[in-house]
């Protein structure tokens, strides 16, 4: 009973406590998946984190299961996921504090609206390099009510992911 500590009465092991690593390594750790994330994240376009399709949800699934082991460098100990929760949520603060402090931060990691539609014409291209289809846009459309192309005045995906519609004065909601 030489590992055990009794905590309330009830034997604890303390190797749940004993870091495999030294404590600044999951920091180093966490910061370098965070960022690769983060990136990565924002490269694949708003849609990936906006619109959540079901194949999306399993890649984030996916992605968390696969960098677990890089950031805990196989410790699976109490102590280490503490110091990694503390970490990340350390720098989502500060990325989230960042961007609100400076517009250059802001557009890097959250990108800009993009116009879709102007003036019931579609942007092919924008369409195209934001991965949006047309039946996705057209689904935002009916959303607010109009059903034609043309009864948009302006149609904009925003950096949340979401496309916001403004029908043109004369359509009918």
Request: glycine fraction near 6%; charged fraction near 20%; hydrophobic fraction near 50%.
């Amino acid at each position: 009973m030489s590992h055990l500590a009794l905590l309330d009465g009830l034997p604890v092991s303390l190797s749940m406590w004993k870091l495999a690593q030294p404590w600044w390594e999951f920091i180093l750790r966490a910061l370098a998946v965070y960022v690769f994330l983060l990136l990565a994240l924002r490269l694949t376009g708003k849609r990936q984190v906006g619109q959540l399709a079901p194949f999306d949800l399993v890649l984030l699934l996916v992605l968390s299961n696969a960098v677990q082991n890089s950031m805990n460098a196989g410790d699976n100990t109490v102590s280490a996921g503490v110091i990694l929760v503390l970490t990340l949520l350390a720098i989502n603060g500060f990325v989230g504090w960042l961007t609100w402090r400076n517009k250059r931060m802001e557009t890097f990691f959250e990108g800009k609206p993009q116009i879709l539609v102007h003036n019931g014409d579609a942007d092919e291209a924008m369409l195209r390099r934001e991965r949006i289809t047309r039946h996705e846009l057209m689904s935002a459309i009916r959303a607010v009510g109009l059903s034609d192309l043309k009864d948009v005045r302006v149609a904009i995906l925003e950096n949340t992911g979401r496309i916001n519609v403004i029908g043109k004065a004369h359509a009918a909601p």
